[in-house]
Structure formats: structure tokens, C-alpha cells
């Protein structure tokens, strides 16, 4: 039996991108040397939205973003079963000497944030990296890597799975957390 909480609903997602959001604009004001960089393909549903929220709070600022595929970077690539197949990128700037907010959705074992690194160094050298995510799973790491922004962190078994349900796919906003047995 499958035992499902839900975490954050539609209202309460959109109040933590708001928040999430302020962070951005206290930290980076201007936005005039930052670059908004989703990680495909989950982290940039996440992206999309701040990117969203962003210009309604400063609409006079131009924010430069992209997403990008960490497909032929990870670690598992020579493990799977199946092959991956290359998403559509959209990475048409440089991110040489910008300051870079990485977006995912989900911080587990920090793997797909360390791939996710390394694909954007192909693309120029950065002054800095931060990263958004929107749920932290706080004990989990297998790799020290933190979030800078934080929606909500919690504390999940490796036998629960956290799932992000964004209206584009699922025809809801929701973050649920499924016990599995």
C-alpha cells in the first residue's frame, strides 16, 4: 500500500516562488550580470515560473536565462538500460563571468546538480553558481552540495520518493511525498 502526503499545494507553491523570488531580487537587484539557468527537463518548470514572477516584480529588467540538458554529463550514463535521449537545449548566451542561479525542482543526492555543472562549463566560465530549489531532502547528499534558496526542506527516507506535479504535465501543482513499502 502506497501511503501519498502532500506537501506544498497550488497556493502554497506559488507563495514559496514569490518568496523564493524576493531572495533572488534582494541578492541580485539588477540583474545585469546574472544568468537564470533551469536544469532540464524537471528544473525548468521551476524556472520558467521564477522567470515569470520576476518580470511582473521588475518588469524594466531584461533577465537573461537558458536551460540546459545534463543527459551525456551524468554519472550513471553507462548504467542505464535504456538510452537517453538529448532534450532541445536552450542555452544561447555565455555564461562566461556571470553569476548563474542553477534551478531544479528536487535536491536528493546533489548528482544531477554536480552534471548539471559540468554542462554549463562548456559554456564559459562563471564568477559564481548558485542554486534554487524548490524542495531540499535535507539527508540525502551523497555529494556536498547545498542550496543557496530554498522553498521548503524536509527530511525523507530513501523509501519515500518526492514527487513535483506542475500543471504542464500533470494538470496540477502539487509536491507529494509517497511512502513506498
Not at 22 to 32: A, P, R, T
Request: hydrophobic content about 40%.
Amino acid at each position: 500500500m502506497l501511503e501519498e502526503i502532500e506537501l506544498l499545494n497550488k497556493q502554497e507553491i506559488e507563495i514559496t516562488i514569490e518568496r523564493l523570488c524576493m531572495q533572488l531580487i534582494e541578492n541580485h537587484s539588477g540583474f545585469e550580470n546574472t544568468v537564470i539557468i533551469g536544469v532540464q527537463p524537471r528544473g525548468t518548470f521551476l524556472s520558467n515560473r521564477i522567470l515569470a514572477k520576476l518580470q511582473t516584480l521588475v518588469s524594466k529588467t531584461k533577465i537573461k536565462s537558458g536551460n540546459v540538458d545534463i543527459s551525456f554529463y551524468r554519472d550513471d550514463l553507462l548504467r542505464r538500460d535504456e538510452p537517453i535521449l538529448l532534450q532541445e537545449m536552450d542555452m544561447n548566451l555565455t555564461i562566461e563571468g556571470k553569476n548563474v542561479i542553477l534551478i531544479d525542482d528536487v535536491l536528493f543526492t546533489g548528482r544531477s546538480i554536480r552534471s548539471a555543472i559540468d554542462a554549463l562549463m562548456t559554456f564559459g566560465r562563471p564568477n559564481s553558481v548558485e542554486l534554487l530549489t524548490l524542495i531540499d531532502r535535507r539527508y540525502s547528499r551523497h555529494l556536498p552540495i547545498q542550496p543557496n534558496y530554498v522553498g521548503r526542506t524536509i527530511d525523507a527516507l530513501e523509501s519515500e520518493k518526492v514527487i513535483v506535479e506542475w500543471d504542464e504535465i500533470n494538470g496540477i501543482d502539487r509536491i507529494l511525498m509517497r511512502k513506498l513499502e
